[in-house]
């Protein structure tokens, strides 16, 4: 159980890094934020997976993928609102957007309680493993943005 749940996050981790050097070298590929944002999601590091969804959106408005992850991220983190309006902006997009409506079906759920009857059946992830996840994807982003700020060269190299 605890070391393939170890071996997972390393996993993870690296698959991080790997994709935030990739961004230094092409930070307008919108496809590598998106799935940066899908890593984090795994990870249940959520606020990330957010940021990484929007600058997806801000690349390529169209991109349906990201705006279901930005939506699912803020649903993970019970904002809502938010959810709730990325949704709908996403659906002016794509009306037939499955995953949107599924997401805003969830979010109604949620906003009913129906989640925490989910929780007290043990439907809910430990909230210790998953503090754990999020600093450790953090961690990994923080780490390989250090490197490349080692490794880059510097103006005079040019």
Do not use: W
Not at 10 to 25: D, G
Not at 60 to 74: I, Q, S
Not at 92 to 119: F, P, T, V, W, Y
């Amino acid at each position: 159980g605890d070391v393939y749940k170890r071996q997972k996050q390393k996993r993870f981790a690296a698959a991080i890094a790997s994709y935030t050097k990739a961004i230094k070298a092409t930070p307008a590929n919108h496809l590598l934020y998106s799935n940066r944002s899908l890593v984090h999601s795994t990870m249940r590091a959520f606020e990330l997976s957010a940021t990484d969804a929007r600058k997806c959106i801000d690349l390529c408005p169209g991109f349906m993928k990201a705006r279901v992850r930005l939506a699912c991220a803020l649903l993970e983190l019970h904002r809502f609102d938010e959810a709730r309006e990325a949704c709908r902006d996403g659906l002016k997009i794509d009306l037939n957007c499955r995953e949107l409506g599924e997401i805003l079906q969830r979010i109604r759920s949620c906003e009913r309680g129906d989640h925490l009857q989910e929780a007290r059946f043990g439907n809910s992830v430990d909230a210790i493993d998953q503090q754990k996840s999020m600093q450790q994807a953090a961690e990994a982003q923080e780490q390989a943005e250090a490197c490349l700020l080692y490794t880059s060269p510097s103006p005079r190299d040019s």
